[in-house]
């Protein structure tokens, strides 16, 4: 047998327990946030039928050309993909499952997603997005409604400066007058294009807008645009969208060359970008896209969604959030009979709501209670042979022991007092820091 170690494939990350803290505060905010806006969560499967996307993203994106996670299943020959993004997904499920029967809804998802891209800062081949879709709206509010709901995420979690970008990209018909003249001058500047611009001149000219090669974007700035090519309807509603966001006081800069990484985007698409993450600083993107149902056989429904990259979000949070304590109370005992009153003890305390780690070896009781120190608890539970003989437990509060703090000095409790005397201490701690945190709010507001 070989003893070589085993890795991580190259672009996937493991999330460890020091980062958790960090991401459970995002998911509990981006969750509450969702919900107060109307959205229910949906999961779909991580493995699709290749065609989902085949049809969904367009052939000539990055994602259809080289970033999906392709395979035959062997057992049967079908041909599926992990999912490289989830709106074609839950558009696939809302058909399948005729989810818009009753009226438009509301979704979002949370999970990883898979591109097999070139690993660097910022772009992995497993990442995380947590998403909104909205299914089934066709007015310009519903962009302002998801644009508004991402404003409050960011202020909620203490962000930092992040932009929004918009920009337009009408209907089908207006993108391919646009087309027309683009490709024209596009060809006429061939030389000055990179080689991927080059090859995208007949397939996808849209996308050459969005090339990070900087020789392409200067050449770009004398393009068509394609705002020049937008007809009335298109306008107006881009016109709302923007009349709204600067009554609900939301900025924003135009962006012409925004055109997001997917074909299937119409109307308003957007995208939040900081500069505080080298390259890859877009943290979430979105727009319409009333197409997609009917091109995986729905009728034809008026869409709109966004996406947000998980990684980066937590990247720009780094360190700000607090190390969680691992629990509220840390159980040690001496084996044998005193391990067996340990066990019942600590069940008990969880019974009452606490969060209990009950020490799992024999190793001597200073070692234990140095344990009990570094899991953050605030109270360690000491069950010896000399408290198991009298029914009690001895108490230790393990944070600043002042003597004000309950069990500052260790003491006897009754085994059948224990979880109210310890819940008592426990809400009294909580109440301190409350305190505590409220008067350090009203210090900083003077
Ligand atoms: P990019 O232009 O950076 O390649 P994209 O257009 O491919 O982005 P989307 O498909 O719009 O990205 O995905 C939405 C968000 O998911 C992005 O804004 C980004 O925050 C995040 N994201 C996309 N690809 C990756 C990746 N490979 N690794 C980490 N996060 C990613
Ligand atoms: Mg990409």
Redesign the pocket.
Known sequence: MSTHKVSAVR?MNDLLPSAAAVLQHFERLAIACLRSYGYRQIRTPIVEPTAVFRRSLGEVT??VEKEMYSFVDSLNGDSLTLR??NTAGVVRAAIEHSLLHEGPCRLWYYGP?Y?H?RPQR????E???V?AEALGFSGPEVEVEQILLLQRLWKALELGPVRLQLNCLGQADERLRHRRELVAFLQAHRSELDADAQRRIETNPLRVL?S?NAGTQACLERAPRLMDYLGDPSLQHFERVQQLLRQERVSFDMNPRLV???DYYNLTVF??VTDRLGA?G?????GRYDGLFELLGGKPTAACG????????LELLGETVPQEPTCDVYVVHQGGATYEAALRAAESLRDAGMDVVLHADSASLKSQMRKADASGAEFAVIVGEEEVAESTASVKALRPATQSVPFARQERVAMNELAGRLLDALCAEEADSTQADARATASQAL
């Open positions: 672009g990055d994602i490289p993004e997603m591109r891209e910022g772009r992995y081949r990442f995380f997005q998403g969005d990070k997001r990484g997917l995208e939040w890859q877009t943290i979430c993107g979105g966004f996406s947000i990259g998980v990684e980066r979000v």
